[in-house]
């Protein structure tokens, strides 16, 4: 959080940017000059047109003075954006030649010489005609160029943040990092700083970031934020943290409609919980976790499914090639499978669409399969442990139930959940291990950890039929299951089939 002060609860207006409004603690102070810095690309322009947009949607007046980009430049990137510029104002200065004279460099904002800048008198003209209550400014960068000193150039932005305020403008100035000298001046100056940060990513895709330098008389969401621009503009996405009060819900257990499975649990999984579905490739960990989706939207709640790896349909033919009714809650939209591709996607971004599902459509259940393609969104593992678990501590504040799947690539030796640094994350946790006996490959299922209450603590075959999931024994005869070659202790001897318990 950023600091505090008098203007908390003041009025605020849109930025027309997603997600920004939510950093700013609901937009910006009006009245204000406020300074955007960043390098060439960084999306400054895109920023301040949103803002400008936002104003004339609220039939408020606004104004764009560009010093180093034509009004022609500006309407072609708005239509790249499938903007209409039409009620924008655009006072187009590119300076000439004689502009750029040692003569004229000592004029152009000074308050003693208004009456003698042409670019101030332009600009003047067009705040009495137009009387704009949004301008945006490009760029500081070009008024330091002609300026003949720090001096000088401070007094000549002092004096256009004067003259704009005076006239009840909230005002952005946009500000090129590369100059980082002339950052320092305007910012002293400035009510609050917006930064803007470009680099490029390991995967070789862009990565863009936010952050709240300053921000006078106001709460904001600090640190840094990912931010992204698309079709349609700028949008950002606030780092997601999860509150630190007591979950509100009534407690519940959740079942998979398998009740050899659920007895495992020790009746189920409790609301609001996270289980971790950990093991091999092809172990059967996705049909598991579709199995509590499944049951969860036929007991009436509604569930969503993040697939890294498989598309929806994918999905659906799994589900009922094992017995499960995946197509018609699919279909009702009370299950929603949606694939995320985590190339070039900033983890703030999957986070801001899991916390809308929550908050817009009322889901009660997420899976994520699997956490691997999710760690895919950024390099660092610690970054991405820290996104998760605020993501978990999210969830769980909201009551909603969350399972993640695992794959561990380990298939030999022993074998735990701990290894992968997530364990204590997780509520629950679950271990199918594949492991050969004689000569053929089996699959174990046991409950390693149950936070809230007892569980089966012994391992179980575990097969995926077409008639669906089913548990066999405990496997008590086996030792070493975790090590990939379990011994049974005596001579080898033709094994018996595992007899099914019940009917699950």
């Known amino acids: ?68 980009e034509s009004e022609a430049e500006l309407r072609a990137g708005a239509v790249a954006h499938g903007w209409d510029l039409g009620d924008l104002e655009i006072l187009e200065i590119l300076p000439g030649d004689e502009d750029l004279s040692p003569e004229s460099q000592y004029s152009i904002f000074h308050p003693g010489d208004v009456e003698l800048a042409p670019t101030t008198r332009r600009i003047t003209e067009a705040m009495e005609r137009r009387r704009p209550t949004r301008v945006a400014f490009d760029s500081l960068t070009e008024v330091r160029l002609l300026s003949r000193d720090s001096i000088r150039y401070r007094r000549q932005v002092l004096a256009l943040k004067g003259f704009l305020r005076a006239r009840g403008a909230t005002t952005l100035f946009l500000g090129e990092s590369a ?23 390991p995967d070789g895709m862009d990565r863009r970031y936010l952050r709240v330098e300053k921000y006078r008389g106001s709460d904001y969401e600090a640190g840094v934020h990912a931010a992204r621009i698309v079709r349609g503009g700028l949008e950002v996405y606030p780092r997601l943290v999860a509150p630190l009060k007591d979950p509100e819900f009534e407690p519940a257990a959740l079942v998979s409609g398998i009740p050899a499975v659920d ?33 969860a939207v036929a007991q009436g709640e509604r569930g969503v499914l993040y697939s890294f ?22 279909e009702e939209g009370l299950l929603n499978v949606r694939k995320v591709n985590p190339l070039g996607l900033p983890p703030e971004q999957f986070c801001t669409w899991v916390r809308g599902a929550v908050e817009q459509e009322d889901i009660r259940l997420v899976m994520i399969d699997t956490v691997n393609g999710y760690e895919m969104c950024t390099p660092d593992r610690v970054v991405f ?10 969830l769980k504040s909201r009551g909603v139930t969350l399972i993640l799947v695992y794959e561990l690539a380990k298939v030999t030796g022993e074998l735990t959940m701990s290894e992968t640094g997530m364990s204590f994350i997780s509520d629950n946790t679950v271990l199918i291990k594949a492991f050969e006996d004689n000569g053929t ?13 007892i569980h089966d ?24 299951i975790l090590g990939g070659e379990p011994d049974r202790g005596t001579p080898s001897a033709p094994r018996e089939p595992a007899r099914v318990v019940g009917d699950g």
């Not at 947009?53 to 180093?68: M, Q, S």
């Open 1 to 68: 959080m950023g600091h505090s002060g008098p203007s908390m609860m003041a009025e605020r207006l849109s930025t027309g940017v997603a997600g920004l409004d939510q950093v700013l603690h609901g937009g910006l102070l009006p009245g204000q000059a406020y300074l955007v810095r960043g390098r060439p690309g960084a999306g400054k322009t895109t920023l301040a047109l949103q803002f400008l947009l936002e104003g004339i949607r609220r039939g408020e007046p606004a104004l764009y003075v560009t010093l180093n």
């Open 179 to 201: 100059h980082p000298e002339y950052d320092v001046e305007a910012a002293t100056i400035a009510h609050g700083v917006l930064a803007l940060e470009q680099e490029l990513g």
């Open 263 to 295: 007895r495992l649990f020790g009746g189920g999984l409790d609301r609001g919980t996270c289980t971790m579905i950990g093991g091999n490739s092809g172990v059967g960990k996705s049909s598991l976790g579709l199995a509590f989706l499944v049951a």
């Open 309 to 330: 790896d498989e598309w929806p349909a994918e999905v659906i033919h799994r589900g009922e090639s094992i017995g499960l009714a995946v197509r018609r809650p699919i």
């Open 385 to 394: 442990l820290s996104h998760l678990q605020q993501l978990v501590g999210y």
């Open 441 to 453: 490959l089996r699959k174990a299922i046991g409950v390693t950890r149950k936070r809230l209450s």
């Open 457 to 480: 603590d012994r391992f179980h075959e575990y097969r995926v039929t077409p008639q669906g999931i089913r548990i066999g024994e405990p496997l008590t005869q086996l030792r070493g």
